[in-house]
């Protein structure tokens, strides 16, 4: 869960693959004039109207090239560990090697936060300065099946990647240790360049993003980090915003989540067999899996679109004229065709608009079917009536709903409704997470993206999910998001990549991306 | 589909194992002053009383005995060609060497038929009887995985089974080579005593029982057989008719069913995305998983027990007044706390009686859910809003439903209800077969299952199918059913077996189930 959401632009250029690009409309049209991204990879225009001293800058840039190798070498490293919590493989030793990489960057305290799962890390850099940024990471990875891939993905191979340039090759190469090694090499620019950094840092990170951050709370509400954090401006997460076109897109949230399990079966019910039992006995047994059918369908309207779960959407907040008017803005520069066919869809529900169906990804909670697998799963048929059978579902929550109100919804429903008996086993999940326009992290962010040239398009949430809420919620209230210039794909998918050496003057590789964060930071510690 | 019915019988008692034998009531009683078989494995009482001259079935007896080790050497060859029409493996090989072993056991005429699937085999034996019967043998046997059984599936091994006796491991054992070779024993046997068969033999087999019997009409309306079977006086299939404790269930026919899948996708919808997308989107995307629930959910009463599609059951005939009687009579004696026991339920639907449940496993067409399909199936949670989902389903068809009546009446209920464009893929079926009490295979049964110390209780249908309608139906109108004592269990599952040798007497090794067959043929020559 989580980080692949941010992967999966909610106008589907997730999906794009290079090659596969259609015609689709540039909407950078206001940026043009400033989008003249130089043939020389690092010569920024505009530059000097920036946040950070020119001398200063030139100085880092040159630092950040010579560095290319050694920040190229520090990703390969990092992602020649798994650390997959899923299959809990290599997770001591990437907790081990993350703190390791902390302390060369330049984190003078770098602490193992026991949970109960796996561990979470703090850190800290003070630097002296004003200003201090929280930052989160992630060190784990998702799974991920060598047999699929081009390339092996522990390799973390380089690899020429026809019209996009060479590009590393690897299971968490753009989710998240691309992005996150590139904010390290930020670091160490600023540090080999003789520059004081311009912020102080407190850094949290966990070892179960992937599995929908369990024993996040436990690092962050931990009193020693909660008051660290408690000093923090803001959080942000080393991330890679370009899409194919270099264009990028700024979400003032996203949704919270929960995953959850439905499992009816005849043991808990009482009903039906306690095991698989020929079909010929349908005329005489329940079934589970009918039960389970039945229960489904009394979730949401006969279309399969609108959740009925009593009191699930009470808190729903409406979108502000401000949300809407972000989003007519948003329809107007997307094109509503191009995302069509990137997510091979048709039809939006009940045949809405594009810009109503934007509204629509972002105001309305969901209750989705994400599998379906019961009694026999093979080919063929099998003359079965089974025991037990399972829907595997996420729900998609907007502010004000919180992960453990729907939950308890869903149950309350259920045992009204006569399906008292189907288990609710949820998996992971969390609150929605929102942050202010006007908060010195988006401002900030928007400010560097303007500067290279990108006229970012605003949504007021993504329709995904990521953890935020630890951050934005109670007690910490703080505005949290994601920056980075950069471009990766296929998080959560074979032949995941990161692109290091751009051919494109308007995606960054990873040296520009290196400077993203460094003017970012400058930005931050002159806005916050 | 098919023949692993008649090894679930509608008591449950398929599902009993050796050793997990609870203290079912003895429901022989009636029987028990008969049932005084002696210590010597074919010392039957009464035989006198019986349809074979006696100085006939001594020699039969003796030969039987004598050709022990040949019958079952018959039995491991045959296994040891596997001939799985599922997987296409073996098929030629099994259909030649079926062909040879009727050649061998006296049939004069013996020809392969070629059909738009596996052949099926045409044989006659012309014994200058008065009378001729009908058989039906089928020469595929079920998939198996080798890793799943105890000893390996081809190789026939014979092993001691505690309590039970030696028996054959091997697929097919009992379903259906293991009665099918000891009907050929039988045949062996009289011509080795030098006996002449008591009746003619038109033999008619197919090699896709197990994948549903779809060209099975190819072969028995091909017009020569066709004429041929029109001068049997019955059918009969070679079966192992009695369960661990030796108690027989005669059936006087059985539902008919129809196997498909229902396929949902965004591609034949219009609707929803064409593949999996992520679940984010579901706000704005409609869902083929959730199509799919909501079309199986129409399909039956919210208890998930009553179908009601349109038209379905119009043609139900409700059972009679003998019927009912019939079904009375075997709640009487049949234990309803050992099938609850045995089948894992602890309840039947709408809390009926025993009776009840048996009037409504005889009475009442089904749709039931073999499997659900769709979407992320591993372990764990993956968000994505599918772009297929799939529901297995078979219907079990009382008379006079009809397989393409019951489909058309889907069809029909489905696009009516909106869901048309859901896709619905038989896979296999037919209809119902019923034959009368007072036929001769059915008369000819009893009269040998009393002879031998059983006294079978009796059903007017098997809730299971087999493809007996191609006989009972039009134009050929024959009485058609099983026949054969003996005993073997785990048709469709790892470590299928057959029994050789008896441990029990009221339970028929290979020797007593051959004489079984003896006796029926002599049997079914008179009450013709």
């Known amino acids: ?142 799974q991920a099946d060598p047999a699929e891939w081009s390339s092996p993905p522990f390799e973390a191979r380089l690899v020429d990647k026809p019209g996009l340039g060479k590009v590393l090759i690897g299971r968490g190469a753009v989710n998240q240790k691309g992005p996150e090694a590139t904010f390290l090499a930020a670091l160490h620019a600023m540090r080999g360049a003789g520059r004081k950094m311009p912020v102080n840092f407190v850094f949290v990170a966990e070892g179960e993003e992937e599995i929908g951050s369990p024993h996040f709370p436990q690092v962050v509400r931990k009193p020693e980090i909660a008051e660290a954090l408690k000093k923090c401006t803001s959080v942000y997460m080393p991330f890679a915003a370009q899409d194919l076109r270099g264009d990028v897109t700024v979400y003032l949230g996203a949704k919270g989540v929960v995953e959850l399990e439905l499992v009816s079966s005849g043991e808990r019910w009482g009903r039906g067999p306690k095991k698989d039992l020929h079909s010929s006995n349908k005329a005489r047994v329940d079934s589970p899996a009918w039960h389970l059918v039945e229960a489904l369908a009394s979730l949401v309207s006969p279309d399969g679109n609108d959740p009925v779960i009593e009191g699930f959407a009470a808190k729903v907040r409406p979108l502000s004229d401000a949300d809407k008017k972000m989003i007519a803005e948003a329809a107007r520069r997307l094109s509503e065709a191009d995302a069509k066919k990137l997510m091979g869809v048709d039809r939006w529900v009940h045949d809405v608009s594009w810009q109503e169906s934007l509204e629509l990804l972002d105001s309305r909670p969901t209750v989705n079917i994400e599998g379906l697998v019961g009694g026999y799963t093979g080919p063929g048929g ?57 908060s010195s992290i988006i401002q900030a962010a928007i400010a560097v993206y303007k500067k290279n040239g990108i006229d970012p398009v605003m949504f007021p949430r993504l329709a995904g999910s990521w953890p935020g809420y630890v951050f934005t919620g109670d007690p910490l209230r703080l505005p949290a998001g994601h920056f980075g210039m950069g471009h990766g794909n ?39």
Chains 1, 2 share one sequence.
Not at 383 to 392: D, E, S, Y
Not at 419 to 429: A, C, L, R, T, Y
């Open 490 to 528: 296929g998080a959560h998918a074979p032949d995941e990549y990161y692109l290091i050496e751009s051919k494109n003057p308007k995606v960054a590789g990873i040296d520009l991306a290196t400077r993203s964060h460094v003017e970012f930071l400058y930005e931050i510690a002159q806005t916050s």
């Open 382 to 438: 099998k003359t079965i009536l089974p025991g037990r059978a399972v829907a595997k579902i996420d729900m998609r929550l907007v502010p004000d709903m919180t992960a453990m109100d729907s939950l308890a919804a869903l149950k309350e429903h259920l045992a009204k409704k006569g399906f008292g008996d189907i288990e609710v086993n949820m998996s992971g999940g969390y609150d929605p997470t929102s942050t202010p326009l006007d």
């Open 1 to 142: 869960m989580g980080k692949e959401f941010e992967f999966e632009h909610q106008d589907g250029t997730a999906l794009v693959e290079a090659g596969a690009i259609g015609d689709r409309r540039t909407f950078l049209q206001g940026a043009a004039a400033t989008a003249a991204v130089g043939a020389a990879a690092l010569a920024l225009p505009g530059w000097t109207r920036g946040a950070v001293p020119a001398d200063d800058m030139a100085a880092i840039t040159a630092e950040i090239e010579k560095r290319h190798e050694e920040s190229v070498k520090r990703l390969q490293t990092w992602i020649r560990q798994p650390s997959i919590a899923a299959e809990n493989r290599g997770m001591a030793e990437g907790c081990e090697l993350t703190m390791n990489m902390l302390r060369e960057a330049g984190f003078t305290q770098v602490t193992k936060i026991p949970t109960d799962g796996q561990p979470g890390i703090f850190a800290t850099l003070d630097a002296g300065a004003p200003r201090t940024v929280g930052l989160y990471f992630m060190y784990d990875v998702k």
